[in-house]
């Protein structure tokens, strides 16, 4: 019996079409980020977005509350560096001045202006009022029939010492009054400063939190920007191979179910089959013998 050799094939629509699906699977594998047409792997990647305007201006407004100078950004807008300042926090200024409210001597620059003259004037007309009264110890005194002796000479005095007791208590009273005024303010613009120094980071503070709100919504904004163009891009890199992964399983189940075509190939000698048994067996190993002879 002569040797042949026994080939089994699929149909030629579906060697066809998985020849066409490996060409084009090789073309997809080919192509690298980066190349004509093909997003870069920087558009395939994820990517951070930079730090705006207003989220740089929050961190200068709070470095410059805390005595820094200048910041400096780099290229994605984040800190690298600050600038040499004054040192000297936002409410330093106010203690500063509360300081110069306090102490011993801080009334002094309270005192009025107008202090002196307000003296001079009271004690002027205290002196007219007390000379007024010199005539009418002379007049008692002639009443009375002592003029001229001892006992108008001590009334004479007595008068005279209480009139510079009650000139130099109301003095004394006017400096008091101009003391105690000039203190009272002292502490008053001491107290105005502190609460100014108490209050002064607190409206820094919000106005830095204000700045940095709105500063975190625009970059929130960004990045989901920059998100939506990272998912685009992976779609449209990762969009062909899923048409070729729709493909390949179409070609996969066509081929489960079709039919096969086995062919006979002698190598020669006397028991070579001929060209009609190949072909019958062929036809009875795709279709069985029903289908050749029309049997149902």
Do not use: C
Request: charged share 10%.
């Amino acid at each position: 019996m002569a040797d042949y050799t026994q080939t089994t094939r699929r149909a030629p629509f579906l060697e066809a079409a998985q020849q066409n699906y490996i060409d084009l699977l090789t073309e997809a594998v080919g192509r690298a980020p980066g190349s004509e047409g093909v997003p870069t792997l920087a558009e395939l990647g994820p990517q951070v977005a930079s730090q705006n305007v207003l989220t740089q201006a929050a961190q200068q407004a709070a470095a410059t509350q805390a005595g820094l100078g200048q910041l400096t950004f780099g290229p994605d807008g984040s800190v690298i560096g600050a600038g040499a300042g004054t040192g000297v926090a936002g409410y330093q200024p106010f203690l500063d001045q509360a300081a110069a409210y306090s102490g011993p001597q801080a009334y002094q620059q309270f005192m009025s202006p107008y202090q002196q003259q307000v003296i001079d004037t009271t004690l002027a007309e205290f002196d007219t009022q007390t000379a007024k009264g010199v005539p009418q110890l002379a007049a008692n005194a002639i009443q009375a029939g002592a003029f001229g002796g001892g006992r108008e000479g001590v009334a004479q005095a007595q008068y005279a010492s209480d009139a510079a007791k009650n000139r130099a208590a109301l003095q004394a009273q006017l400096l008091g009054q101009g003391f105690a005024q000039a203190n009272q303010l002292a502490n008053q613009a001491f107290d105005q400063q502190r609460n100014l120094a108490s209050l002064q980071p607190s409206l820094a503070a919000s106005g830095v939190q204000q700045l940095g709100a709105a500063g975190t919504g625009n970059l929130a904004y960004q990045q989901a920007a920059l998100d939506a163009a990272q998912q685009r891009a992976q779609l449209a890199y990762n969009e062909p191979m899923n048409r070729l992964a729709a493909y390949g399983s179409g070609i996969a189940s066509q081929a489960s179910g079709s039919p096969t075509t086995t062919t006979n190939t002698s190598l020669g000698g006397p028991g070579t089959i001929s060209p009609l048994s190949q072909a019958l067996s062929a036809g009875l190993n795709a279709y069985g013998l029903g289908s050749i002879f029309g049997g149902n």
